[in-house]
């Protein structure tokens, strides 16, 4: 069955480290997410991905960066970790075009300390 | 910034009554989405109406859509204790991805 599966699910990692989080779905999907959800916040989006080479930044970009190599991966890089990206990632897909759906990831905690 | 704000933040039910959630949001839309997050899981899609839909039904599930007011709702009936979540409602601008509201926590008591 198709999946898409987030690594590590849970990580804890020293201020100004650099950490990056894994994504890969298997759905075939052109589009790729990255949120984090912060209690109070709900979902903020990070980074996106409408297809190979493709990526744009969201609305709490700073301080993150994604590349888009191949269809199935969109790793997600904290360049020097900081307490405030303390919070819980969550990566989804979707094909592209209108009225589809995302599928989400179980989602990486993500300590920094 | 959020788009969908829910109305409740929490919400309690005895099982088997039926449970509403509202959602309003501020620009236009082409369709609006609902998703259910259950405790230290993802998010799982449940539900899409079209910006040209009132409404739509999913098993137990009835969502309403009323662009003149910006708004949607979400009911649930004859609600279960495994429809104890967060429930989410995002919106689908066209050009950009989906905008998620900050939620509403359902417990569903047994």
Redesign the interface.
Known sequence: DAEITQSPRHKITETGRQVTLACHQTWNHNNMFWYRQDLGHGLRLIHYSYGVQDTNKGEVSDGYSVSRSNTEDLPLTLESAASSQTSVYFCASSPGGLDYGYTFGSGTRLTVV | ??QGEEDPQALSIQEGENATMNCSYKTSI??L?W?RQNS??????LI?I?SNEREKHSGRLRVTLDTSKKSSSLLITASRAADTASY?C?T?SGNT???????TRLSVIA
Do not use: I, T
């Open positions: 910034s959020q082409n369709n989405q998703y230290g899981r993802g998010l799982v899609h899409l079209r989410f995002a689908d991805p989906l905008v998620f509201g900050k939620g």
